[in-house]
């Protein structure tokens, strides 16, 4: 088994990425999980560059790290003065990190028309720079930028700069496809290249400019490079670096003979690329490899039946070896097994008859513009009318929503419901910050003294798609509510070419899926499966 070193630059490289940004604490809570999981290296940013990250590098050393080791991240001196003279060099040695990563230029268009310098001057620069680290007591993990593209332009000059870095100190010169324009079979070949040039380790670190970063980083590592540099989810500048969760699934998962992170960390990636999401303000990318929401979810009725059978059939891997899981959709796409797969908890899988009758009302839905894919709240009540056992916790009678703007610009959102709970008739009025939040209050306050569990409940996301936008103004929308409580997410959906009503019919369908719940965890009957479950 080849050890692959595992080198984490999200919170510097991918936080170049165009909307990426992390706070400090940010920074030092996914370094305490990247250590967890067994990350080799982490980069914790340019101490130089902004106070954050020299405030990181001040917090950091008080963090319990066992395994991973934190880099800082510069570049060689500047031309026409010595390493300890440079500003830059200085404040990486301050910063307290044991290892820096340090990058220099490697093509020579770079070197005359970006530094402005001459090809021996820049020769100078990474070896002036790179022994004055190690005569400081540090090491030095050497990124030779524009590698792949430098040694197509000029291989022999390339070849002078990684050797010189080499002969210098650098415990690792790491090859960087910069632009990302590189094509697997160029990547290993140039890798064999370097490795026959040094007597160091050699790693890779690609970019997902031409959606190969993946492939390039494993085509590298299988052509001798014992590191790989990366971001979680792929984040990071234009296209983004590679997905450091594709490449250790596929190390440790697809190919043999490669040993990465440690062997539980495995079921924690989807674990791990959902945290990043969160700490970045990030939406979660459904189709993401391995541990997206949608990596093993399954729409067509082909399909579903068959991975119910037989999980192989249409997954290349068992989701839970990533932490990930199975989701079965319903939709007009689906057949009979879809349907049968999602009503299981209502025990009528075997029941033919409605089976059919609850696909024929989703065909039906969903040719009115209805998605249930994200809304499985309200496919469960859809399930519970069709099999006769749903029962209403209140009428609807009627609701009214008005909003005011005086002459200052003012709003005022105010919506009156009328509801009836048994033989009470409840009627009451609330003010929101809209109509969505006025009728929630307002339907909240009618419903109170019968479910006082409500108040547990609220709503977290609220989304409006327009359905059919050919017709303007009076095109229908689909209006996505996602709602919490303390144990559960859930989602439920409304559509109508009014967005009030649309909304009205989501929001009505999150508090009887609710109460619906509630019962059957009191009575210790079926909980229905909640979002948050069915997500991951």
Known sequence: MRRIEIYDTTLRDGSQGEGVNFSLQDKLLLSERLDSLGFDYIEGGYPLSNDKDFQYFQ??????????QVCAFGMTRRKGIGADQDVGMKALVDSGARIITMVGKTWDFHVTEVLSATLDENIEMIADSIAYLRRMGREVIYDAEHFFDGWQANPEYARRTIQAAAEAGARTIVLCDTNGGNLPEKIAELTRAAIQAVKVPVGIHCHNDCELAVA????????GASQVQGTINGVGERCGNVDLISVIANLAIKKTGYEVLRPESLQRLTELSRYAYELANMNFRTGQAF???????????????????????????????VGNERRILVSELSGRSNIQALTTKHNLQHDRSVAEKILAQVVKLENEGYQFEAAEASF????????????????RLNFHVTVE???????????????????????????????VNALD??????????????????LVDYKVRVINSEAGTAAGVRVVIESRDENDVWGTVGVSENVIEASWIALV????????????????GVTPKSAVAVRG
Do not use: W
């Not at 009318?385 to 916790?393: E, I």
């Open 216 to 223: 390039n980083t494993l085509a590298a590592v299988d052509a």
């Open 405 to 435: 703007a005086d002459g200052a610009n003012a709003v005022t959102t105010e919506a009156t419901v009328k509801i009836r709970i048994g033989d009470t008739v409840r009627h009451e009025v609330a003010e929101g910050d809209g109509p």
């Open 509 to 524: 369908d999150s508090l009887e899926y609710k109460l619906c719940k509630d019962e059957a965890r009191q009575s210790g």
């Open 59 to 68: 917090r950091v050393g008080g963090l319990n790290l066992t395994h991973a």
């Open 441 to 458: 209050a307002a339907l909240r306050k009618a419903l109170a003294t019968a479910y006082p569990s409500l108040a547990k409940m609220h």
């Open 380 to 395: 469960d009540l859809l399930v519970r009318r069709c099999a006769g056992t749903f029962q209403p916790h209140f009428e």
């Open 291 to 321: 541990v997206g929401a949608s990596a093993f979810a399954h729409k067509g009725g082909m399909h579903a039946h068959a991975v119910n059978r037989v999980s192989s059939s249409y997954e290349h891997i068992t989701p839970e070896r």
